[in-house]
Every structure is written in structure tokens, then in C-alpha cells.
């Protein structure tokens, strides 16, 4: 009976060692980060950009819409961070049980820029930003039309806002699509790290292909937003991969991806969404 018993544990003991081999290289000890409902002030909308091409009528508009649903008018105090620059500062007020809107045409931006916006509100509030794109100028009237003599196009993204800080980010679907030959749609990504701190953060970009990581390294200045693209990284065109941001310090990441064909650089789609925050279990 003994000889059996001793039979039967050795082929259980080398199955936990083949599976803690496995998991070795994994992180195993992660959970995600709850964020209280209640009680957050500061609201994080990391993906603006504002273009105004009059040669070819290329532009874009970005707005911030604020719910208030509260019986009082909330203080809004947004900051925008730039690339290459100090942050600016304007104020706004969330009137009470309705929605307010705001964009680019009252905020402190200009043509060419990237920019991020931290929204600090007296009440609670639901942040959200919505950016459109177009080819007729951001001319909305019927008459509108396009400098090349097509039809007005537009395509355009919405994202709640990122309610916390985190040092470590995770994203489940990233891709790369670039097969001339077996697609007739491409597809750039970008993660746009923002760091309203007053320490610079090294930010760890991991991405997790079958049996294959790819790491890189970049370093955000204090009070600074990032794009970072991911063409330029991904080496295995055409794949599903994952991807783990870590930080030094707590910042906000997001990741927009953009559709476009092979022969025009005008987008066909673009979406921007948070990536999921987590944290390790002590």
C-alpha cells in the first residue's frame, strides 16, 4: 500500500513542478486595483490632439462633456499638459442635473499639439471626452466640402476618463496590421503615457507575444504627456499581443489605434481607450 501511495505522489509533485516552471516568468501575484466609486476628485483624459490643416482641411475637434448629477454646480479645475511644455490652467462650472460642454476653441491649445487634460471637480462628476476628425475644415453645415472635391468625411473616438493614478497598466488587445499584400487595411497604435508629477517616471513597456516578450524603455518629464509608437517596436507584424505598462512613479495610459488603407494616411477609424489599472499584492 505504501509503494502505491508513493506511486501516486510522484506524478502529482512533478505536475506542480512543470506548472511553477511555467508560471515563473509570469506574475503571479496581481490583483486588479479597486477604485472607490465615491470620493475621486481629479478626473484623467490622457488622448487629445488638435489638428488645423487649411491646405487640405484635415482637422480635428476634441470636447469635454461634464455630468453633473448632484443638486449643486460643481468648480471644474483643468490642467493641460503638454509635450514640450508647462502645463495651463483654465476654469469651467458643471451647472447642476445636466451635462456641460467644453472644447479646443476656448482651451489654451493650438494646431499641432498633443495634450492631456486633468480635471479636478468640487462635486462628484462623470468626465468624458469625445475628439472628432474631419476633412472639411470642423465645417458642419450641409454646404460643406472637401478641399480634394470628395465627399466630407469624418471619423471620431469617446473615452470616460481615467478616474486614478497607477505605476502598472495592462492592455489584452494590441496588433499591429501591416500585410500589403493580404490586407487592404493598416493598423498604427500608440500609447500615450501621461506623468502629472513633479519626479520624471521610467515607464517599462512589456509586450507579450506567444513564448516572446519585447521590451523598451522610455522616460516621461515631470508634468509631460507621451506618445509612444507602436510600429516602432513591434517586430511580429499581424499578431495579438499584450501589453504590461510599469512606472516608477503613478501616472495614466491609454492606447489609440488608428484604421487607415495603404494609400492615404486620412483615417478610416480611431479609437482610444484606458488601460486596465492593477496592482500587486503585497
Not at 487649411?54 to 470636447?63: D, K, L, N, R
Not at 517616471?201 to 522610455?218: G, I, K, Q, Y
Request: glycine letters at 6%; proline letters at 9%; a neutral charge.
Amino acid at each position: 500500500m505504501g509503494r502505491r501511495l508513493h506511486a501516486l505522489k510522484r506524478p502529482a509533485t512533478a505536475a506542480l513542478a512543470l506548472a511553477a516552471a511555467m508560471l515563473a516568468g509570469c506574475e503571479r501575484y496581481e490583483t486588479l486595483a479597486v477604485v472607490p466609486p465615491t470620493g475621486m476628485k481629479t478626473h484623467w483624459l490622457v488622448d487629445f490632439t488638435y489638428v488645423d490643416d487649411p491646405a487640405t482641411g484635415v482637422a480635428t475637434m476634441g470636447h469635454l462633456v461634464v455630468f453633473n448629477p448632484g443638486p449643486r454646480a460643481a468648480a471644474l479645475d483643468v490642467t493641460v499638459y503638454y509635450e514640450d511644455r508647462e502645463p495651463a490652467r483654465f476654469g469651467l462650472e458643471a451647472s447642476p442635473g445636466a451635462s456641460t460642454e467644453s472644447n479646443y476653441a476656448s482651451w489654451p491649445v493650438k494646431p499641432g499639439e498633443r495634450f492631456a487634460l486633468g480635471v479636478e471637480s468640487s462635486e462628484p462628476v462623470v468626465a468624458q471626452a469625445t475628439i472628432g476628425w474631419n476633412n472639411v475644415g470642423n465645417d458642419s453645415r450641409p454646404t460643406a466640402r472637401a478641399r480634394d472635391g470628395g465627399r466630407p468625411r469624418e471619423a471620431a473616438t469617446s473615452y470616460l476618463a481615467i478616474p486614478a493614478l497607477a505605476e502598472r497598466w495592462y492592455l489584452a488587445d494590441g496588433i499591429v496590421l501591416d500585410a500589403p499584400s493580404a490586407l487592404w487595411v493598416r493598423e498604427s497604435e500608440w500609447a500615450v503615457l501621461l506623468n502629472p508629477g513633479d519626479r520624471p517616471a521610467r515607464v517599462d513597456l512589456a509586450l507579450f507575444f506567444r513564448r516572446f516578450t519585447r521590451e523598451h524603455t522610455v522616460e516621461i518629464a515631470p508634468r509631460r504627456v507621451r506618445a509612444v509608437l507602436m510600429d516602432d517596436l513591434v517586430t511580429l507584424r499581424n499578431k495579438h499581443y499584450g501589453v504590461r505598462i510599469a512606472s516608477d512613479v503613478p501616472i495614466a495610459a491609454q492606447w489609440r489605434r488608428t484604421v487607415a488603407g495603404y494609400d492615404s494616411p486620412e483615417p478610416m477609424a480611431f479609437w482610444s481607450v484606458p488601460l486596465a489599472p492593477m496592482a500587486r499584492i503585497p
